[in-house]
Nanobody, 125 residues
Framework: VHLMESGGGSVQAGGSLRLSCAASGLRDSSYCMGWLRQAPGGKAYEGVATIDSTGNIRYADSVKGRFTISKDNTNNTLYLQMNMLKLEDTAMYHC???????????????????WGQGTQVTVSS
């Protein structure tokens, strides 16, 4: 399984970015996928949003109403639309995935078996 993120960049506060995560090798119809981030300075990872094959979607309180997670099953790509970006959204964003029986997202930050390398998002004033 290989996850490749893209779409990060630098943006002013209030702006928008759309992150993509191309997933290859995921074959099971049961899955949990999501986004997590790590702010600069080695801060703890934070779950941002998840989506699973049961249709459940979860968001961290800090991004509710601003971020939207979605998945295109035709090309196995995960997206994160980020609007109204804030300075505190600056972080390395990773996508994560699990697949197989029982691979539903039980929280906004499940333990992922597969991670991507990440894409940097920098929000400036």
């Amino acid at each position: 399984v290989h996850l490749m993120e893209s779409g990060g960049g630098s943006v002013q506060a209030g702006g928008s970015l759309r992150l993509s995560c191309a997933a290859s090798g995921l074959r099971d119809s049961s899955y949990c996928m999501g986004w997590l981030r790590q702010a600069p300075g080695g801060k703890a990872y934070e779950g941002v949003a998840t989506i699973d094959s049961t249709g459940n979607i979860r968001y961290a309180d800090s991004v509710k109403g601003r971020f939207t997670i979605s998945k295109d099953n035709t090309n196995n790509t995960l997206y994160l639309q980020m609007n109204m970006l804030k300075l505190e959204d600056t972080a390395m964003y990773h996508c994560g995935a699990n697949e197989g029986a029982g691979a539903y997202c039980y929280s906004v930050f499940p333990v992922y078996k597969y991670w991507g390398q990440g894409t940097q998002v920098t929000v400036s004033s």
